[in-house]
């Protein structure tokens, strides 16, 4: 038992030595770090606990150094892979020679550290200790109460640390928002046995898919298919696409005045504009995926998870057919993300991968280090600005997307980024008054983004898509704000929750006169469709279940991921149908009770068959007529710059990007900014360990 405990101890310092010198685990507070200092000595007490159910001396002693042996090299193994991808090593990983080929030959030896031979000389000093007698070998037979009361107080340890996780991070296993936060919550082996569980489960599930699976989903979208508007079909062809994914940012904020003066003047006047494409009755249809289930309705037009995030869970091994490919593959389009946060966060440095994005540029491309970020990631305006070096060295016509954060919960601003002429409400809930501040901001940095378009001209050759992702203010604080959208708080129920997941979506085409504000309704899964009809892509071939919002067939039953859902007429809640002109229970006669009925049947089968297509990865048996299945190894985030760079080298005359036809004159100077970072020395010089931007605490 007391080289039980010195093993069990021994391991414990070293995990934490990996915590601490090699992963970047983002450990705030001194909550969290008791919980990190918890986590190692369940999972470490259970492990090593096994070879206690052996009571014989010949079979205990080796049994327990193989275990540590084979427990450090999954800890080491781990500390190498974080080092060169900033991620976690997975059991498909793990199993896929390919990746791990990637990822540690080669390279291993650059991604040794000095300190590393921490990792293993306890184990060599244990073998040396007992093979010279200084441990000595106890040959009395163990009771065999012993294992079980050992695993007994593993399984008590674990119960704690996870019940601690779950404070700190509800819905910590089901909503899993990063591998960082498994590995930080409840340690290494945690996290590899809850990824293991994971991967039989998929596993079992796409074991069991059939080829008339898939039929039966073909069926479903090719009969939903809605055809292009022969108006609107081309008119963004060739043109470059700007994504601008607004963060928690609610339609309601659009055209709202606190103290006489406007949130968002500048989105209002791209929304009233005779250029742009606008929807006020678009909802966001968000589960528990947040930010990564809209990026994946947007992408592919098909649904997140009912429990959990596609990308986070599925991501890694999935087949799709998303945007960055069908463009790439119809126009020739360079894809890229810009984003201020870690890449591992929702998985999206390998979901990207499997969707087709040629660059991913997170937060390990940018300063990111003190006043520059908020908790969540790089500050817009700086996002904005310095991901301009990035920009003008890629190819066009280019398919690109910016992801905000700091109109993000809890909506906190540094005092210097609060505009003076701006006054937010004073409602007493910090929540909701902050939540128009951030909101103001984020306004500010597209304003700023937009000047630099129009003077680079890349404005007039884009199609700029603008979106809001999710709400912002969740329904607990819905009463709080209900005043500020001239609304009684005494008076407020649920069909005011639902109205309120309305977020923008515009289409913004400059040079054209044809824009206006549609009344449609439509949501995010709807998206994917509508763009690539306008850019003159037709959307028939691939799986998609949204429809084109421009087309005379678009179906205008919104789906929620909880199976509630909204239409022109009705919206459904936990069952209760609310007729949308009183916003009272509707009274319906026998003929609209079928057609409801028939609504409800539509949305359980669109929503199931979606989440059929996603688990069981059917989109592996059908390829569309010229389209080509993403390769993820054919990408590699790293070095982003150098490889946009060497292309335009290799391109010559031929290169198209916008660095290229300016003569090689850097755009960097021509983008303003009145961000008080730009200028001045960061007032941390450590960088920033930037956090989850999706769980609400």
């Known amino acids: 038992m007391g080289l039980f405990w010195l093993l069990v101890t021994l391991f414990w310092i070293k995990t934490l030595v990996a915590y601490f010198a090699d992963f970047q685990l983002g450990i705030t507070g001194g909550f969290e770090m008791f919980i990190a200092l918890l986590n190692p000595l369940a999972t470490t007490v259970l ?25 450090t090299l999954l800890l080491y193994l781990n500390v190498i ?29 650059a991604l040794t550290n000095g300190h590393d031979f921490i990792y293993w000389i306890d184990i060599v000093m244990v073998v040396i200790l007992i093979a010279i007698r200084v441990i000595k070998i106890d040959n009395r037979p163990l009771r065999p109460r012993v294992g079980f009361t050992i695993t007994s107080v593993g399984v008590l340890l674990f119960a704690f640390n996870l019940t601690l996780g779950e404070m700190d991070r509800p819905q910590l296993i089901t909503r899993t928002f990063d591998r960082t936060y498994i590995v930080k ?48 079909k081309g008119i963004g062809k ?29 989105l209002n006047k791209i929304y009233h504009s005779k250029s742009t494409f606008s929807f006020d009755n678009f909802f966001h249809q968000v589960g528990q995926g947040k930010t990564s289930d809209a990026e994946n309705m947007l992408e592919t037009s098909t649904y997140g998870l009912p429990q959990g995030s596609l990308f986070a869970q599925l991501g890694s091994d999935n087949t799709f057919q998303a945007a960055p490919a069908i463009l790439k593959q119809n126009g020739n389009y360079t894809s890229a993300v810009f984003h201020g946060n870690v890449a591992s966060f929702w998985n999206r440095n390998n979901t990207y991968k499997n969707m087709g994005y ?40 280019f398919y690109v997307k910016y992801i905000t954060v700091t109109n993000h919960f809890p909506y906190t601003l540094d005092s210097e980024d609060n505009d003076d002429n701006f006054k937010s409400t004073n409602t007493g809930d910090s929540i909701v008054d902050n939540y128009f501040k951030t909101a103001h901001y984020l306004d500010q940095s597209i304003k700023e983004f937009y000047a630099y378009l129009k003077k680079t001209g890349l404005l007039k050759k884009s199609v700029i898509m603008i979106y809001g992702d999710h709400y912002g203010i969740s329904d607990s604080e819905n009463q709080n ?3 500020v959208v001239s609304k009684d708080p005494s008076n407020w129920d649920d069909f005011d929750n639902a109205q309120m997941q309305r977020v923008p979506f515009m289409l913004n085409i400059p040079g054209t006169k044809k824009g206006y504000i549609s009344h449609k309704y439509g949501g995010e899964i709807d998206v994917l469709p509508t763009l690539l009809h306008v850019l003159g892509v037709n959307s028939k071939p691939f799986v998609q279940f949204g429809t084109d919002l421009f087309s005379s067939k678009h179906d205008q039953v919104v789906a929620f991921r909880n199976r509630d859902w909204v239409d022109p007429e009705y919206t459904s809640i936990s069952g209760t149908i609310y007729d949308n002109k009183t916003g009272k229970p509707a009274k319906l006669n026998k003929a609209q009770i079928k057609k409801i009925q028939k609504i409800k049947d539509k949305v359980a089968l669109e929503l199931s068959l979606s989440d059929t297509l996603n688990e069981q990865n059917l989109l592996r048996f059908y390829k569309p007529k010229g389209f080509k299945t993403v390769d993820a190894s054919d990408y590699n985030y790293a070095n982003g710059l150098q490889k946009a760079q060497k292309i335009e080298k290799l391109l010559g005359k031929k290169s198209t990007s916008l660095l290229s036809k300016r003569h090689d004159k850097s755009t960097v100077d021509l983008y303003k900014t009145d961000a008080p970072e730009v200028g001045h020395k960061s007032t941390d010089s450590n960088r920033l360990k930037v956090t989850n931007p999706d769980a609400n605490k």
Do not use: C, W
């Open 185 to 232: 919550y409840l340690g290494i082996d945690a996290f590899t046995g809850y990824d293991a569980a994971k991967s039989q489960h998929t596993k079992d599930l796409r074991a069991m898919a059939t080829k008339s699976e898939l039929k039966t989903v073909l069926k479903f979208t090719r009969n939903h298919y809605a055809p292009a508007n022969p108006k609107i």
């Open 238 to 266: 060739g043109r470059n696409v700007i994504v601008i994914h607004l963060e928690s940012f609610q339609q309601f904020l659009i055209d709202k005045k606190i103290n006489g003066k406007e949130v968002t003047p500048f």
């Open 358 to 397: 040629q660059y991913f540029f997170d937060a390990s491309y940018y300063d990111v280090s003190g006043d520059k970020s908020t908790g969540y990631g790089l500050k817009d305006k700086l996002l904005f600005r310095d991901s301009v070096k990035y920009l003008q060295n890629l190819q066009q016509p």
């Open 481 to 483: 704000l209900a005043k």
């Open 81 to 109: 892979y974080f080092r060169e991808f900033t991620d976690f090593m997975t059991i498909s990983t793990m199993t896929g020679y390919s990746k791990v080929n990637q990822g540690l030959s080669g390279s291993s030896l």
């Open 47 to 71: 492990i090593f606990g096994i070879a206690l159910y052996f009571k014989r001396s010949r079979i205990f002693y080796p049994l327990i150094i193989i275990l540590d042996i084979l427990n």
